[in-house]
């Protein structure tokens, strides 16, 4: 099956700085890649994805890159702020029905300093 | 966008009984449910799939006989922890899929006293 694996673990930035979490997946069959912000005692919540047949994808502060050669996609997050301080989880599917299981990455614990 | 609830959201118990946990998706129906569990400072685990009228799929090293789950209809499933012991204290969180838009539910905290 899948297996993602994520680095950090814990990364800290001060205010205004970018962050770069990296992940990799095993199955080359997974073709939807999200990311999850969760705040403590809270649900996941869904801040970008990507699909497999692009390469690159912006929301403002927020980008998304994929490599499917390498099997590798990274989160990278500009001008950091405090509220941006979570558990960023990365994750993994086949995304094509409501079949799909999504499998996540064990998570990065980044701290915004102000 | 789409509502999936979670009742309840915080649950004590003690040990040796046994603790149900809905998940209902309330504007749309969900042709599949996953069950996750994530202990603190961790990851979600994927515990098992279940679709609408059918039995649930369980992932590996996951008891379907500790773990029951129900999925009677199209918005509404149900976990059922039984028998539960201390190490089942964790946050359970369903995810709600039709096709390819997914929500999360709220969460459901368990402590096993």
């Known amino acids: 099956g899948e297996n993602v694996e994520q680095h950090p673990s814990t990364l800290s930035v001060q205010e205004g700085d970018s962050a770069v979490i990296k992940c990799t997946y095993s199955?080359?069959?997974?073709?939807?890649f999200p990311w999850y912000k969760q705040e403590l005692g809270k649900r996941p919540q869904l801040i970008i994805d990507?699909?497999?047949?692009?390469g690159e994808k912006k929301d403002q502060r927020i980008a998304v890159t994929l490599n499917k050669t390498a099997k590798h996609f990274s989160l990278h997050i500009t001008e950091t702020q405090p509220e941006d301080s979570a558990v960023y989880f990365c994750?993994?599917?086949?995304?094509?029905?409501?079949?799909?299981?999504?499998?996540f990455g064990p998570g990065t614990s980044l701290s915004v300093i102000p | 966008g789409a509502v999936v609830s979670q009742h309840p959201s915080w649950v004590i118990c003690k040990s040796g009984t046994s603790v149900k946990i809905e998940c209902r998706s309330l504007?749309?129906?969900?042709?599949?449910m996953f069950w996750y569990r994530q202990f603190p400072k961790q990851s979600l685990m994927l515990m098992a799939t279940?679709?609408?009228?059918?039995?649930?799929?369980?992932e590996q090293g996951v008891e379907k006989d500790k773990f029951l789950i129900n999925h009677a209809s199209l918005t509404l499933s149900t976990l059922t922890v039984t028998s539960a012991h201390p190490e089942d204290s964790s946050f359970y969180i369903c995810?709600?899929?039709?096709?390819?838009?997914?929500?999360f539910g709220p969460g459901t905290r368990l402590t096993v006293t």
């Open positions: 279940s679709n609408e009228g059918s039995k649930a799929t369980y």
């Open positions: 994750a993994a599917s086949k995304l094509g029905t409501s079949y799909d299981k999504v499998i």
């Open positions: 199955d080359s069959a997974s073709n939807y």
């Open positions: 995810r709600a899929a039709v096709m390819s838009e997914q929500y």
């Open positions: 990507i699909r497999s047949n692009v």
């Open positions: 504007d749309f129906q969900a042709t599949t």
